[in-house]
């Protein structure tokens, strides 16, 4: 077996990293094997029922929208009867895990802090669903609701994209898309991306860090990664690794998040330099002392609650300053 020379990452994590860590739910079984998808699905939904407890209450509503894969499930979150943009959520998960029940308080969090419509596309997963569906029936849901923005009291003349770890690549993935291909869905007024992975298929973070304790060793990243893609050309996609893209101009305003101990920090550390050589706006923002998917852990972490409200003061910003 070769050395892997990884970081004592448990050693120098914050203190409320590690507490959230040391939290015991007893009713949960073992973490399944990675052949077994459904498996992991099913933990997963059981094992983030705890972290989307207690969040702020407010009207939602839900609609299957039409795309061209079929019927994609969306969950309105209307935090405000006169809200001033929608910005759309794309939840993490790599790929193949997760749904609008994983993501609920970090989609609840969020529409309070912006005090705007916040719309969670359930995204078809993979491997039964490969790029770019996930993408595609991102950008369906934002025509489908600008087209009939009036039908489902929506404000979309101002739009956003969001997401965090796999859905943060969503989130940029579909703002580009929705650029590159000329489809108007009302003015992309800022996109919030969390700890996403962006592209890179190799990095000194990702070579001092990831393991057991946030599921993200290199076979990990490997499996994620075959079950998204086609096949190995995708890699060069400019829909995945958006390094391949043109971030040169007419990129929306990205709120860039990371998290210290993360082995997807250098992507975000890229994408932020790129856009910011090209003066593109951008603002980067590490959170010191968390791990990767730390977004979900706001009843414990304070870094969690900050990190979200930074992003809604971003976006707030950008959606003031297009009018």
């Not at 077994?36 to 609609?63: C, K």
């Not at 996403?196 to 990831?210: A, E, F, H, P």
């Not at 304070?302 to 409200?309: F, H, I, K, T």
């Amino acid at each position: 077996m070769k050395p892997e020379n990884k970081l004592p990452v448990l050693a120098r994590i914050s203190d409320e990293m590690r507490a959230v860590l040391n939290v015991r739910q007893d009713d949960l079984p073992p973490w399944p094997s990675a052949d077994d998808v459904a498996a992991m699905r099913q933990h997963y939904i059981l094992e983030r029922r705890f972290w989307n407890a207690d969040a702020p209450q407010m009207p939602t509503r839900e609609y299957g929208i039409p795309t061209c894969w079929g019927e994609v499930t969306t969950r309105l979150y209307s935090p405000a009867p006169d809200s001033q943009a929608t910005l759309f959520y794309l939840h993490g998960g790599g790929f193949i895990l997760g749904n609008l029940d994983t993501h609920d308080r970090i989609m609840r969090l969020l529409a309070s802090y912006t005090r705007c419509t916040v719309i969670g596309v359930d995204y078809s997963l993979s491997p039964e669903a490969r790029f770019p569906q996930a993408i595609e029936e991102t950008v369906a849901a934002c025509q489908f609701f600008h087209q009939q923005a009036d039908d489902y009291q929506l404000n979309m003349t101002r739009i956003g994209f969001a997401g965090d770890s796999a859905g943060a690549m969503l989130a940029l993935a579909s703002a580009l898309w929705l650029r590159d291909k000329h489809i108007s869905c009302g003015n992309v007024a800022g996109v919030l991306l969390w700890y996403g992975l962006y592209g890179l298929q190799d990095s000194v973070s990702r070579r001092l860090m990831g393991g057991d304790w946030d599921g993200l060793s290199r076979q990990d990243l490997e499996m994620y990664e075959k079950a998204y893609l086609r096949n190995v050309d995708d890699r060069e996609s400019p829909y995945y690794c958006l390094f391949n893209n043109n971030l040169t101009h007419e990129v929306p305003p990205c709120f860039i998040a990371s998290a210290e101990f993360d082995p997807l920090i250098d992507d975000s550390r890229l994408l932020f330099q790129t856009l910011a050589a090209h003066q593109q706006p951008c603002e980067y923002k590490m959170y010191p002392g968390t791990l990767h998917a730390f977004l979900h852990y706001s009843r414990m972490m304070n870094a969690a609650d900050d990190a979200l409200r930074d992003g809604a003061r971003f976006f707030t910003q950008q959606i003031n300053a297009a009018r």
